[in-house]
């Protein structure tokens, strides 16, 4: 009866056999293969030390007071510097970091340079607070510094010479209540006028011929250094205005004018081209690029021809 509780099966044998290997090779390899080397606890506080410190380093990357190149710990130290001429050893000993360094050496091989201790505050990546600390140290040497310019003191004769000149013109202004044609006077009549000289002649000339004359003495004030004070010393001439043929005027001679811009000298192109000829400033009105103001300043300017 008890034959029959270990009685196995031919496959059944077979897995007991693989198992009782199987045991065998697990106690000869606790036996034969060395198990881990215990560490004492100095040494696994000593080991886990060194790998916060590799940590701390590896994110800060620069030691608070120290700064580490090619393999060295250069310490902090503020002493006197010229940005001009400082290397990147003498940048770095002064605290600044590797970038910051980097900027400096750049923009001085790209030919710029320090003139005063302010301008170093403009590197890149320099913080306020870091130049305020290094500003007490900084000393610009003097070939970096501009030199004066010295103006050549007048000898009574240049003296003399532009005492005349200035007399002469002052001679040759027009008296008060005087009035120029704003259409017809030219440069020298305009010049005759207080507080008028050459260039702003020129300049109110040069917009007049680009407009085709003026039709308000306001439009004077759209030339620059003209003040209001000045409009009083012109009257508006009985002169026409150059009109301008907008159905015939090409696409550069109707941008040239001052008070059409590039996008509107191109609508009206493209309405001539798709829809014929412009009639009427109320063809424009329908384009967004057109605005009411736009319309009232160029329709003095402007046929249909």
Not at 38 to 60: C, F, G, P, W, Y
């Given at each position: 009866m008890w034959k029959d509780f270990f009685y196995y099966t031919k496959s059944e044998r077979r897995a007991v056999y693989v198992l009782l290997v199987l045991i065998a090779l697990l106690v000869v390899a606790i036996v034969v293969v060395p198990g881990?080397?215990?560490?004492?606890?100095?040494?696994?506080?000593?080991?886990?030390?060194?790998?916060?410190?590799?940590?701390?380093?590896?994110?800060?990357?620069?030691?608070?007071?120290?700064?580490?190149?090619k393999g060295k710990d250069i310490p902090v130290s503020l002493v006197l510097f010229d940005p001009n001429l400082a290397d990147s050893i003498e940048l770095v000993?002064?605290?600044?970091?590797?970038?910051?360094?980097?900027?400096?050496?750049?923009?001085r091989q790209k030919g710029g340079c320090f003139r005063t201790p302010e301008s170093f505050s403009r590197i890149y990546g320099l913080t306020e607070e870091k130049f305020e600390e290094l500003k007490p140290y900084i000393r610009i040497s003097d070939s970096f510094v501009p030199k004066p310019t010295m103006r050549k003191p007048e000898s009574p004769q240049t003296s003399w010479k532009s005492e005349k000149k200035d007399t002469f013109q002052r001679?040759?202004?027009?008296p008060e209540g005087t009035l120029l044609a704003v259409n017809g006077a030219d440069t020298t009549e305009m010049k005759k006028i207080p507080g008028i000289g050459?260039?702003?002649?020129?300049?109110?000339?040069?917009y007049r011929e680009r407009l085709g004359g003026f039709y308000s003495l306001e439009q004077l004030a759209e030339v620059k250094f003209v003040t209001p004070e000045l409009l009083e010393w012109f009257t508006l001439d009985e002169v026409e205005v150059r009109k301008l043929s907008i159905n015939k005027a090409s696409l550069e001679e109707l941008r040239a004018h001052p008070y059409i811009n590039y996008y509107q000298a191109k609508v009206m192109v493209e309405h001539r081209r798709k829809k014929g000829k412009i009639t009427s400033l109320s063809q424009l009105s329908l384009y967004e690029e057109f605005t009411e103001k736009d319309l009232q300043r160029i329709f003095p300017y402007i046929s249909f021809d």
């Open positions: 881990p080397v215990e560490h004492s606890a100095t040494e696994m506080l000593s080991a886990d030390s060194v790998k916060r410190e590799n940590i701390a380093t590896q994110t800060d990357g620069w030691k608070k007071d120290s700064y580490a190149v000993r002064l605290g600044l970091p590797p970038y910051v360094v980097r900027n400096v050496i750049k923009y001679q040759f202004k027009y050459s260039g702003i002649s020129k300049m109110i000339v040069a």
